[in-house]
């Protein structure tokens, strides 16, 4: 626990770019709350992979939404079963269907639909939410909390020595 | 933009997809061997063990080594075991998640091989349907004279007897009573002497005397009356009493043949008798047909989902509530529909009796009514060790999912039987040896069986042991009609619903045995009728005793009344005649 939390505080006070760190997350929010193995993964692999988002990041919001995925399962059957039951989108399930790339895909699962679906619509809300926090947090609490006794204390804890001998924090 | 793209990653993403491809190709043997374990497991309801299974790449297939099917009734056997399977996939139609398996080879099928260890069995098979009871299973008893039914019957049938005793004692005591007062009222021997004295007086008159003859004329004429008056009313009692006595010795007599009819009535009720006797074929065959058909539906129950896919309506698919991350794969309209899995073609060969049985089986596929052919299949085969020759050829047409029509027919010609126990606990017969030629039919049609095989069995050889408490001369008649037994023609026919089902066995063995069981059935009834009327005289020969010696004790009246008539008509006729 205390590890995962030094490795946000870590991520949050590097110096990587707020938008980079937030993209990380929105990938992550794909990735995890989606079932894994699924052809639409390999895509928010690539794009973690190429473009320069956080890996740090991107891994632990993957751990994080992956747990999250669980519980939500109930949930996101119903949404996919409501999408894919839908008579006005019948016809374009019914063109996927047909079309190998999608077969491939699971789009018809309502799991995958419905993760997916979901996943798409909480994407950008995330990334300017987590972008906003990050660059709020930087300038104002993390300011305010390495001027206070609590900090001061922390340094000298153990905390402060995983913290300070993770990878990346200098 | 250069600072968001980093070109490494591009190489890293390769690389990590390369990585992927790799670990799923070598992976994809295990995942191919557990979901053939998984899959067919799930359907027998037993454990399924597959050695290895190695992925061809061109063309793409697999090669199964060594599958091993628990047969869930008896889990130290495997219900099958296949040597060798190999079969290649329809590239294309997979991108589709589409298995379509154009040939297979399935070599070298073992059927009951022992296992190594026992296979776990995931489903409690369904209890052994024992043939219904009813004609099959009734047979000859012979009740022992001592039984509690017998004994019981006995003591009822003597209380019948003991209580007409008891009414007919009764009934003489009153007889008794009556004629007793009766007899007081009568002219009795002082009447009789008065008469005596008159007569005497009458004839002491003197003969001059013209007055006296005339008084005596009178008197004597009165006198006349007055015996004739008693005599009437002595004869007319004894007629009253004669019909009493007629009735009391009739009904003394009916007494004495009481118990017999008794005897007879029990004798009728728990006596050996060949009427409720059902036919032989059905004692001897029906256990044995029953587990058959049990194992044969049970059986087709199994490979059911092999030929039709239950498609979940609107209604169930938003009801049910699948596992965790699996949710529910929604199907909509193919513009080319192909089924999902398919098996187009399947060689196999079978190891029985020493030799190969080689079939086939063609569409094998849960979407019959995609694919629009009916599952079938054929297998033959000649000179098989103690078999002279096989086949089977079945359609499972579920083509219109709501009228499924599975047919199989087998033909077996000279099948050398094995021993065998048949009969059971009532009639143990062993049959030792026999040659079976035989036809089978079965049809399950809209959720109903019907079965029809026609069998008959050659140079047959009983063993006939003695049952527990059968009688011994049923034991000797029962052998005697065995050992003439050479050959026999056997029909077993099965129908009704799976849940609910009628066998009906029948066999010229019934005709042979009908003759000798009626005979016997006669003599050992006849034995037991005269065992239950000597225990029943025994009972009742006291209270029969008592009630004729009362019934004796009327002959005394009889006596008197008749002397007293005799004595009074004496009176009449030698007297008052001669004074006349």
Known sequence: MLYTLAKVLNILNSEADPSQISLAIAFSLIAGLTPLMSLHNLVVLFLVLVLRVNLSAFLLGLAIFSGLAYLFDPLFHAAGLSLLSAQSLEGLWTSMYNMPVFRIARFNNTIVMGSLVVSLILFLPVFFLARAGIVRYRSTFLAWMKKTKLAQAIWASSFYKIYASLPGRH | MRKWIRWK?????????????????????GLVRRGIERTTAFLVGAEVNVDDADLTLSPLGFVVSRIQVTNPDNPETNALEIRRMAFTLDTAQLFMRKTIIEDMSVEDVALGTPRERPGRVYRETAEEVSPAPGEGTSWFQVPDISSEDVRKAIEEANLETVKSAQALSDE?????EFWDQRIEQLPDEDRLQEYQARIDALGQT??????ALLRKGTEAKDLYSDINADLNLLRDSYRRFSEDYRTITAQVGGLSELPAQDARRIAQEYGPSAEGIGNISSMLF??????????????????????????????????????????????????????????????VSVLTRGRTLTGTLANVT??????????TCLFSGENFEGMQGIRLDGTFNHV????????????????????????????????????????????????????????????????????????????????????????????????????????SVSSNLDDSFRDVIDT???????????????????????PINSV???????????KELSERISFTEGLLKSNVFSLL
């Open chain 2, 172 to 176: 003489i005591e009153n007889r008794n």
């Open chain 2, 520 to 542: 016997l059935a006669k003599d050992l009834a006849a034995q037991f009728r005269m065992q239950v009327t000597t225990a029943l005289e025994q009972r009742v020969s006291g």
């Open chain 2, 286 to 347: 029906g256990e044995q047909v029953g587990v058959w058909v049990e194992r044969s539906l049970r059986w087709h129950e199994r490979i059911t989902p092999l030929l039709e896919r239950r498609a979940l309506t609107a209604e169930e698919q938003r009801e049910v509530s699948p596992p965790r991350s699996e949710g529910i794969d929604m199907r909509f309209r193919e513009h080319a529909p192909v089924p999902d899995f398919l098996v187009r073609k399947a060689a």
């Open chain 2, 400 to 503: 219109d999912p709501s009228d499924p029509r599975d047919m199989v027919r087998l033909a077996l010609d000279g099948y050398d039987l094995r021993p065998r126990d048949l009969g059971g606990e009532v009639l143990p017969v062993e049959l030792q040896q026999g040659i079976l030629d035989t036809g089978l039919t079965a049809v399950v049609l809209g959720g109903s069986v019907d079965a029809d095989l026609d069998a008959a069995v050659r140079s047959a050889r009983f063993l006939v042991r003695q049952a527990d408490g059968q009688a011994a001369g049923l034991s000797a008649a029962v052998e005697k009609v065995f050992s003439q037994i050479s050959g026999f023609s056997l029909n077993v026919g099965v129908s009704g619903e799976p849940e609910d089902y009628a066998v």
């Open chain 2, 366 to 375: 849960p979407d019959q009514d995609i694919l629009g052919l009916p599952t």
């Open chain 2, 548 to 558: 004729e010696q009362q019934a004796g004790s009327l002959e005394r009246i009889d």
């Open chain 2, 206 to 211: 003197r003969k001059g005397d013209l007055g």
């Open chain 2, 9 to 29: 990653g591009l190489l890293a993403f390769v690389v990590v997809t390369a990585l992927l491809a790799f670990f799923w190709l070598a992976l994809a043997d």
